[in-house]
């Protein structure tokens, strides 16, 4: 009968989700372990979003969607098919939720700090949704989100600075991973990305380094000065004939736009680490390991409510209420 069907559906939806975070969290483990290679971290979240993806495929399928304003008016089309290539991009989410919390990562208190924020986002936009048409996805994400939120403060009381616990790479896979889940299973992704802008943004800023356009350090994080007590900018020493055009290209646009510091002689080029924590050391100057944490939950706090505005009030000037 349907009340079976339903139960059904719902068990599918909370083993795939458990399945998939509980895979992340084994890659962490053996991340921390092993150091692995990106190009694992790349596959290896993929394989582990396999199972949401195949319960959506079977309980929801739907791979349609809505157009903005003017495409409709241009196209006469209001909804879009994607098809298999809405199932690429939520792989790719997958992907890029339990890399971005990893990359911006290694002061104390960050990893925790900004995922409880994004959790906490999460929650409140669940929380406006429980009277709409989609409450049953949005009570899914609250059942979710609720535990880890409570997980993630009591990581925060001995991981906040000075830190008696470091979360390495196994709370970061953990972290993404379960906003994944919820973005996908609870069918509000683009919502949920735009949780996401601070790491979007460093994401984006790392790329150079990343794909090794520009040389890339193993580790990227600020480092202590040693009279000071203060937290500087970290820099990266390489010769002119490691970059190739496109990395020249980076080097000329981003000292432009005040995102990195260049320095060079006849053989050598050295610029700070391409990090959204450099930008904020650069702006704010040299400062102490907590304080540049409490500047990136501001950071953070600050975009959620810039996405709160978008997806409840800018929204409409594209979308049909």
């Excluded at 609250?142 to 535990?147: D, E, K, S």
Aim: glycine share 4%; proline share 5%.
């Amino acid at each position: 009968d349907d009340t079976s069907s339903t139960m059904l559906t719902n068990l599918s939806l909370y083993l795939s989700a458990l399945l998939s975070i509980c895979c992340m969290i084994l890659l962490g483990f053996t991340d921390d372990v092993l150091n692995l290679r990106w190009r694992h971290k790349l596959v290896l979240p993929t394989v582990a979003s396999l199972p949401i993806l195949m319960v959506y495929y079977v309980t929801y399928g739907n791979t349609n969607i809505v157009l903005p304003f003017p495409v409709p008016q241009l196209l006469n089309v209001n909804v879009f098919d994607l098809g298999i290539f809405y199932y690429v991009y939520m792989g790719m989410l997958a992907v890029f939720c339990t890399n971005a919390i990893n990359i911006l990562a290694g002061v104390n208190g960050v990893e925790c700090g900004q995922s409880i924020v994004i959790a906490v986002s999460v929650l409140i936009n669940s929380l406006l949704n429980l009277n709409s048409d989609c409450w049953p996805e949005h009570m899914f994400s609250l059942y979710l989100v609720c535990p880890f939120i409570g997980v993630s403060c009591a990581v925060l009381l001995y991981n906040w600075y000075p830190s008696k616990v470091f979360v390495g790479d196994t709370f970061c896979y953990f972290a993404g991973m379960t906003f994944a889940v919820l973005g996908i299973l609870g069918h509000f992704s683009k919502t949920m990305l735009m949780f996401f802008i601070p790491q979007i943004f460093n994401f984006v800023l790392s790329v150079p380094q990343l794909f090794h356009f520009v040389p890339c350090p193993r580790h990227r994080l600020p480092r202590l000065h040693p009279t000071e007590d203060k937290l500087v900018m970290s820099t990266v020493k390489f010769k002119q004939s490691d970059v190739g055009v496109l990395g020249r290209m980076f080097l000329f646009v981003l000292p432009k736009l005040g995102l990195t510091k260049i320095t060079q002689d006849e053989e050598h080029i050295t610029i700070t680490n391409l990090t959204i924590l450099n930008v904020i050391l650069r702006v704010m100057g040299n400062t102490h390991e907590r304080t540049l944490t409490i500047y990136l939950l501001l950071l953070q706090v600050s975009c959620s409510m810039l996405a709160f505005l978008i997806r409840y009030r800018l929204v409409y000037l594209f979308y049909d209420e």
